[in-house]
């Protein structure tokens, strides 16, 4: 566990008006550092034209998050920095399958009884950070 730093970037082309940017993209990053880390100690979030950042302080690693839409080009990102080493992984196009449909296709296993690696108490906590990162942007 030698990272210091975690980065995701999900920036979409077009806007999408029947939902709200951040209920969107950013449970998966949330669930993801919440799964790995617990719930961070500060949460720090700023938005610049309609771009929100979001910055999840550990005791030992940051991670943090950009989402957007209505950007240049559709584009995921993930970027690990362990030990002065950078790993990054890029999408770029068309996903099958939206990060709000992944979260409710394993919240219907869950319901169904099926294993998940998250539980009701993740899913607590990764509202509850949502939530959170809501208030501040107001």
């Excluded at 030698?2 to 029947?18: A, G, P, V, Y």
């Excluded at 610049?48 to 950007?71: A, H, L, M, N, T």
Aim: with cysteine.
């Amino acid at each position: 566990r030698d990272i210091q730093e975690i980065e995701f970037s999900i920036l979409n082309d077009q806007r999408k008006n029947d939902t709200e940017l951040l209920w969107y993209l950013a449970p998966h990053p949330v669930s993801l550092y919440v799964y790995l880390y617990g719930m961070p100690r500060v949460i720090k979030v700023k938005e610049i034209d309609g771009v929100i950042f979001v910055r999840f302080i550990y005791d030992k690693v940051v991670c943090s998050f950009i989402i957007g839409w209505g950007c240049e080009e559709k584009s995921r990102l993930i970027k690990v920095v362990r030990k002065g080493n950078i790993i990054e992984y890029k999408e770029k196009g068309k996903q099958e399958v939206s990060p709000l449909e992944n979260q409710l296709r394993c919240f219907i296993k869950f319901i169904k009884g099926q294993k998940v690696l998250s539980g009701l108490e993740h899913i607590k906590k990764v509202t509850y950070i949502i939530k959170e990162i809501e208030k501040q942007l107001r």
